[in-house]
């Protein structure tokens, strides 16, 4: 039997799926909705940011569930919410458990690798290397366990999604392709991005159906044209101002190369003569086009392997603009800063006025005169860390309203379902059950975005 609420009406029927992506719109298409304020949004970031800081961060897992329950119930394919039903405590208990085994790998396995490094290589950098060698599998292990708990605790219309068991086997496919990926200067990124995605797409389930990724790993160049672009000036840009036109003349690339920034000076200390130094500035532009490239091709990417997604009877069209992600980036982070900054003196200033500026500045040892009346300085240490968390806090929230809001709006309101007959016929999927939840992504810092 299917899994339907009983509101829902009747679902078109349009015809066969197509084996390529369909670019234009036609009428029906299912569409997804997004409601919500992003007032409501920051004051919930605010309140639950807040119970984490005076909670030393225990309160972080409960913020983090009422954050992905607000953005699932606003995102609404066919009018329908999206429902997040992820239990706070098992994220705690996940976490808990990940850092006990965590604990062994540093404390055990980490004390057996420098042994073994000072034994027979008397050296501990081969022991370093190879213990953070044997993070990084835990790394890509953990990235695909957070993505399977998060879906496997997603519901739409009442059914579940899901995503089979294949954590190791991610990992170890990651560390292929990322060989590859190094060992070719990045030639071949798009390869790994599109077999790894058609590995996880592979085994992604919305109740009884199954995704698909099709196309092929060579569409993705599409969207690294930018990126390519930027990358070609930016050889071009070095070649020309070290050796065809060098701005240091009096010194040569391999004098720079050996003596370091000294080749610069003569003798007397004083920098050489510069040809044309405002060029360096070229650089500038270089690096801002990297910084766009880089944005443009993991959501050009993401948009070209979502058009190539299906299921039996569904398919998916996505418009999403990496330009427009991109401006949203910008100004989303120059304003949290710009904010944070100026809250941040705004706490200063109230501090200065409320116990004059010499008494503030001597409160936290940066004055000549005794701190204030007799307070102990662990008040002052206690007042800091507060400051220091509540900067974090305030950071937290401004992103989310700036930066994640008005993406996953924008994902939302540029996706589609062109063919969604299929619907009809999905049943419910069992439960999938997790020991320790999103626990390795969290210990490993993997697990702090929505």
């Not at 292929?176 to 077999?195: D, K, S």
């Not at 000036?233 to 690339?253: E, S």
């Not at 910084?291 to 190539?308: S, T």
């Not at 305030?394 to 994640?404: E, I, K, S």
Request: glycine share 8%; net charge positive.
């Amino acid at each position: 039997m299917t899994d339907r609420s009983s509101n829902a009406g009747p679902w078109g029927t349009p015809p066969t799926a197509p084996t390529t992506p369909i670019a234009a719109k036609a009428p029906g298409w299912m569409k997804v909705e997004f409601v919500g304020s992003r007032w409501a949004l920051f004051w919930l970031a605010l309140k639950t940011g807040f119970l984490t800081v005076i909670t030393l961060g225990i309160y972080r897992f409960w913020m983090k569930t009422r954050l992905r329950r607000w953005y699932w119930s606003a995102i609404r394919p066919g009018g329908h919410p999206m429902e997040y039903v992820g239990d706070p405590i098992e994220k705690l208990l996940g976490f808990f458990i990940a850092v006990v085994i965590l604990t062994f790998y540093i404390g055990i396995v980490n004390l057996l690798l420098m042994f073994v490094s000072f034994s027979v290589f008397n050296s501990s950098w081969v022991g370093y290397l190879a213990s953070f060698a044997g993070v990084i599998p835990l790394w890509f292990y953990a990235r695909y366990r957070a993505r399977r708990y998060v879906l496997g605790r997603t519901r739409w219309r009442g059914v579940r999604f899901g995503l089979e068991k294949g954590a190791w086997g991610y990992a170890w496919r990651a560390l292929v392709h990322w060989a590859i990926t190094i060992c070719t200067l990045g030639v071949l990124w798009p390869r790994m991005t599109f077999w790894l995605e058609k590995y996880r797409t592979d085994r992604t389930f919305f109740g009884s159906a199954r995704l698909t990724q099709a196309g092929h790993w060579t569409m993705l160049y599409r969207g690294a044209v930018p990126i390519g672009v930027s990358l070609a000036l930016t050889v071009v840009l070095t070649v020309w101002i070290i050796w065809l036109a060098p701005v240091f003349p009096q010194t040569t690339f391999a004098e720079l190369v050996s003596e370091g920034w000294d080749g610069l000076f003569d003798e007397d200390a004083e920098l050489q003569a510069l040809a044309d130094p405002e060029r360096l500035w070229l650089f500038v532009f270089c690096i801002l086009g990297l910084m766009y490239g880089a944005v443009h091709y993991r959501w050009a990417a993401k948009r070209i392997l979502a058009n190539y997604k299906t299921a039996p009877g569904i398919t998916f069209h996505s418009d999403v603009k990496p330009p427009r992600i991109a401006v949203i980036y910008v100004l989303g982070v120059f304003l949290s800063y710009l904010v944070l900054t100026v809250a941040i003196l705004a706490v200063i200033l109230i501090g200065a006025a409320m116990l004059g500026f010499d008494s503030f500045l001597a409160w936290f040892g940066l004055g000549g005169i005794s701190a204030v009346g007799d307070w102990p300085r662990w008040v002052a240490v206690v007042l800091m860390g507060m400051l220091y968390l509540s900067a974090f806090l305030l950071w937290g929230v401004l992103y989310n309203t700036f930066v994640t809001f008005p993406i996953m709006r924008h994902m939302a309101l540029t996706t589609r379902l062109p063919d969604y007959h299929g619907l009809d016929h999905i049943s419910q999927r069992a439960r999938d059950d997790f020991a320790e939840a999103e626990g390795f992504a969290e210990a490993l810092d993997l697990g702090a975005a929505i």
